[in-house]
Every structure is written in C-alpha cells, then in structure tokens.
C-alpha cells in the first residue's frame, strides 16, 4: 500500500477512501499538464472534503470582512488555512493593509500533553505528534504570495515558530494594539487554547468571530474543555456550516 499520509494514523478513512487518495496521488503525478496547468484547474485534483474546507473559511472570511482586526489562526499544520485567510484577503479587500494574517504553531509537533489530552486513543497524541516542519516552507509560500497582491509593501502574512503558552503572551506583550478579528483555534490540545482564549478574547471587538475547528471531540477533548473553562457557552450562539462537521462559530 502507497503511503499516503506521514502520521501514524489516518483517522477515519475506510479502505475505499484510502484507495481513492491513492488513486488521485497517481493521477495527480502523470496527468496531463505541467504544474502550473495542474494548479490552474486545482478541482481535479483537490479531494471534495478538502474542498470543504475551503469553502468554510470562505463562508467565515465573508462575515468578518467589515469587523476591523487581524485573523489569528491557531496550529498551522501545512499552511493551507493560513494562506486561504490570506488569498481571501487579497482578493476581497487588496487595500487593507492593516487586516494581518497570524499563524502560531510549535512546526515541531506537540510540545506537551495534559493530563486531559492524555485521554485520547489517538496514536498522534504524544510529544512531538503531527510534526510538520513547515516553517521555511510557508516563509517561502508567503514570498511568493506578496510578489502577486496590492499594496505588498505592506507586510500581509506572519507566523510565529514555539510553543504557543508562551509565544502567545509575548506575542500581546510586543503588539498591545492588536486587535482580533476572527480567532480560529484548532491547537487540539487544552493549555495552547486556554491560552489562546484567554490572550485573544479580550481583544476580540463585537461582530468578530470565534472558530473551532473541533468542538465536543471525544478523541481531542482538550480545546472542548478549553472552551467550557474559559468562557461561558450558555452566551454564545455557535454554529454550524451544513456541509462541515467540523467547524463551530460564534458571532462575539
């Protein structure tokens, strides 16, 4: 069998679904077109949930476009959900050089476990698990993004490389005019999001929006219990997109 996926497991997918990301993998290695042609007509390719997923950080770009403040997403992972933030933006308000898109992430896998995280059966739920080493990568991508937007004399796009427990507060500490937008939090794990919450929130004006990208997860029930902690859920009204399971919002 192809290996598909560089974690020791691939959560939910049937063999079915394994055999179909095979099948696209080959597909996508000897199709026709060069890259660019590939990249050009990137709905051959592209797998429908992730798909999906785009189209919800569409839906919630949209909603956060006349809310003044910065995008902070919280646990990078490749970059794909940072840099949808960010070619939404470019596109839908190429002038507003003072929207910034924030990335936090350790790009080395979990730093840590609480006793809480420690409940999951996941076989990623370990020191170091879902290390991605994107750091460069991403500095890369986002290069190449700034060559092909407005006003790219203004910086666009930051990410911000440790753990977030303490990158986050000094993040606050050296930026004390940041103010948030849209907060979407998918760390997985519980103290990163407390923190997040906790250093985020405050900063958060009425009609920004807070996104999780798993809420009331049995395998991942640090960022649930982060929630239930830190702020009161009988106050928000969060919701859900018809097509994704995943992702939860509330309007602040």
């Known amino acids: 069998m192809k290996k598909i996926s560089r974690f020791k497991e691939i959560n939910n997918n049937t063999k079915n679904d394994i055999n179909y990301l095979e099948q696209l993998d080959d597909y996508f290695n000897n199709g026709l077109g060069n ?13 429908r949930q992730n798909l999906t997923t785009f189209i919800s950080k569409y839906e919630i770009f949209k909603k956060i476009l006349d809310v003044p403040g910065s995008i902070i997403e919280c646990g990078v992972s490749f970059g794909g959900g940072l840099m949808t933030f960010a070619q939404l933006s470019a596109i839908f308000e190429h002038v507003n050089y003072e929207r910034r898109i924030i990335g936090f992430d350790t790009f080395s896998g979990f730093p840590s476990l609480s006793s809480i995280d420690k409940k999951s059966t996941s076989k990623e739920a370990r020191k170091g698990g879902y290390s991605i080493k994107s750091f460069e ?12 937007r407005f006003l790219n004399h203004f910086s666009k796009v930051e990410i911000i490389k440790g753990d977030a427990i303490k990158t986050i507060p000094k993040y606050i ?15 997985l794990l519980y103290e990163p999001t407390k923190i997040a919450i906790e250093k985020f929130v405050p900063k958060m004006p009425k009609g920004s929006l807070l996104v999780f990208n798993l809420i009331g997860e049995k ?3 640090g960022p649930t219990k982060a929630l239930l902690d830190n702020l009161n859920i009988k106050k928000l009204e969060f919701k859900k997109f018809p097509f994704d399971p995943y992702v939860h919002y509330a309007v602040l």
């Open 173 to 187: 500490k050296n930026n004390p005019s940041l103010v948030v937008s849209l907060l979407y939090l998918d760390f």
């Open 219 to 221: 395998n991942w029930p």
């Open 137 to 148: 990568d991403i500095q890369k991508c986002i290069e190449i993004y700034d060559s092909n």
């Open 35 to 47: 890259n660019i042609e590939k990249l050009q007509n990137f709905s051959k390719y592209v797998p």
